[in-house]
């Protein structure tokens, strides 16, 4: 019975099934692999693994879950149905929980390729990296792979590590552009880390680019050497030699520092604080001057004490000047007070005339 079999036994039986499938293809000349050694990989093709090689069902459950932050979640959201048709044509189940945060992908009973939960899990871990959908999907086929760079470690200093990732973007990510026409990959620069999607040969080369620059060397010097390889594999002459002369070799100069004009010695260290600077009055004792200078300012004339005298006088004629600007003027006083002499009767007679003689101009 296949429930009591254990899960290695039933894991060497399926290798053994397809062993057998491959087999029976090349007897029948659909394919020739190569028994012994060999001397460019790269250029065997991979069988496909096609629908109906694998003749039994998976024995056990397959399941992984990757988070995802929060600004993802619109965006998954979005495209979970077109992720959910993809994993459809393998036979896997796809969950989203949009309140954890959390994609789930799992294999069941329909799924017929035993290895297509690993390259599910890439494919949910690279859409929570801000790749999109269409480029993520690329890597459930056979010929396509993905590699995610982790380059916030790579150099100390947050500054200089900026300034390179910057350099690899280039201006208006024209360095990122040729990049991804030279090798035929997908490239994504998000945070600390670089994602990228494409052919075997090509995601290799991309991992060599971004690892050097993060090395500082700059990556035009890597893009033309890109270039030039690309260039001599179209040679068939040149097949069996080696291409170092063709290829630049740029090495790193280390330009030393102008010397200062003059240069401080460092002094022998010592735990002992420094020394308290002298003061004057101290220099002065220590030569004798401060006594001679005492002794001079007591034998000093009466000539300093007179001038001492006339600057108080000055000074307290110059506070009484300055007083007198404050002392309140007398003011003249009525009523009983008033001195004898003056007049305070009023002539109504005369008064009412004055008024008369208005009234008339008036009326005139």
């Given at each position: ?99 954890e945060g959390i994609m789930t992908v799992a ?258």
């Amino acid at each position: 019975d296949d429930k009591d079999r254990p899960i290695f036994y039933t894991a060497w039986l399926e290798e053994e099934d397809i062993k057998g499938t491959m087999s029976d293809k090349e007897d029948e000349g659909e394919s020739h692999q190569p028994t012994g050694p060999v001397e460019n990989a790269w250029a065997i093709k991979v069988p496909e693994f096609k629908k109906g090689d694998m003749k039994s069902h998976l024995m056990e459950k397959s399941s992984f879950s990757v988070m995802f932050p929060k600004y993802r979640e619109k965006y998954i959201k979005e495209c979970w149905a077109l992720l959910n048709n993809h994993f459809n044509e393998y036979g896997l189940k796809a969950d989203l929980d949009l309140i954890e945060g959390i994609m789930t992908v799992a294999t069941t009973r329909k799924t017929w390729d035993p290895y297509i939960i690993l390259k599910a899990r890439d494919v949910i871990k690279l859409l929570g990296r801000s790749v999109p959908i269409e480029q993520a999907v690329k890597v459930l086929k056979d010929d396509c792979t993905h590699e995610v760079v982790k380059i916030r470690g790579m150099v100390r200093n947050k500054d200089r590590f900026v300034k390179r990732r910057q350099r690899l973007i280039g201006a208006n990510g024209t360095t990122l552009k040729a990049l991804e026409l030279l090798t035929g990959c997908y490239v994504l620069i998000q945070g600390g880390t670089v994602s990228a999607i494409g052919p075997h040969k090509g995601v290799q080369q991309v991992v060599q680019v971004v690892k050097e620059t993060m090395k500082n060397v700059h990556p035009v010097y890597l893009l033309k050497t890109l270039m030039i390889k690309r260039e001599l594999m179209k040679d068939p002459n040149l097949k069996n030699e080696s291409w170092s002369r063709f290829i630049p070799s740029f090495t790193s100069k280390n330009v030393p520092r102008k010397k200062p004009k003059v240069t401080k010695r460092k002094k022998p260290y010592t735990p002992f604080p420094p020394e308290p600077t002298e003061r004057k009055i101290d220099k002065e004792m220590e030569e004798g001057k401060f006594f001679v200078d005492q002794e001079a300012a007591r034998k000093k004339p009466k000539k300093h004490q007179i001038t001492e005298e006339k600057r108080k006088e000055v000074q307290e004629k110059q506070n009484a000047k300055r007083a007198k600007a404050f002392v309140a003027p007398i003011e003249p006083k009525f009523g009983a007070d008033q001195p004898k002499g003056t007049n305070t009767e009023v002539d109504v007679e005369a008064l009412k005339k004055k008024v008369k003689k208005k009234a008339q101009k008036k009326k005139a």
